[in-house]
T-cell receptor
């Protein structure tokens, strides 16, 4: 069975500082990994995905994620956080069908 | 712009009534759509897979007679919450696959009084 874990319920970071939101996965075979962002009472917005290829994936709004097979991780990163990045972030695993989501991590960026 | 549209965004209903939520794929055909449920500050839980022209596939623990799904066309899936009760209050989100990428609707918040 596929699963993802987001070990942190909340991440707090000051504006301008780098941010990391952690995600680890468990799949049999090659993982298809995704990051989505959700603003209050809104649907999910796609940030980036890893299917194959370069382990460093660049996505929307300056976010990137690094696929680490040995650590089974797919952490989301951004070099310089913005207050507007404050939202709920979901890591997910899947393959073009229904996705399995992590529990989500609330990112709070303070000015 | 949005590629998946949900309607309504907000709905309040009385206990015992039924509520229909629509999910439309815009400018593309979706033979499969997915319905998720999200409780406050929690993750999205897959409820069912909606298949155009055939019966939906429900996840374990989801009552198919409670949550009726109809995928009558290649651009529309509907979720009907029948005989709604306060515990059905939740945020319902649909998604559709376009060219291998999943797009999500904006969600529909249901409040049952």
């Amino acid at each position: 069975a596929q699963s993802v874990a987001q070990p942190e319920d909340q991440v707090n970071v000051a504006e301008g500082n780098p941010l990391t939101v952690k995600c680890t996965y468990s799949v049999s075979g090659n993982p298809y990994l995704f990051w989505y962002v959700q603003y209050p009472n809104r649907g999910l917005q796609f940030l980036l995905k890893y299917i194959t290829g370069d382990n460093l994936v660049k996505g929307s709004y300056g976010f990137e994620a690094e696929f680490n097979k040995s650590q089974t991780s797919f952490h989301l990163k951004k070099p310089s956080a913005l207050v507007s990045d404050s939202a709920l972030y979901f890591c997910a695993v899947g393959a073009g069908t229904a996705l399995i989501f992590g529990k989500g991590t609330t990112l709070s960026v303070s000015s | 712009g949005a590629v998946v549209s949900q309607h309504p965004s907000w709905v309040i209903c009385k206990s015992g009534t039924s509520v229909k939520i629509e999910c439309r794929s815009l400018d593309f055909q979706a033979t499969t759509m997915f319905w998720y449920r999200q409780f406050p500050k929690q993750s999205l839980m897959l409820m069912a897979t909606s298949n155009e022209g055939s019966k939906a596939t429900y996840e374990q623990g989801v009552e198919k007679d409670k949550f009726l799904i109809n995928h009558a066309s290649l651009t529309l899936s509907t979720l009907t919450v029948t005989s709604a009760h306060p515990e059905d209050s939740s945020f319902y989100i649909c998604s559709a696959n376009r060219a291998g990428e999943l797009f999500f609707g904006e969600g529909s918040r249901l409040t049952v009084l």
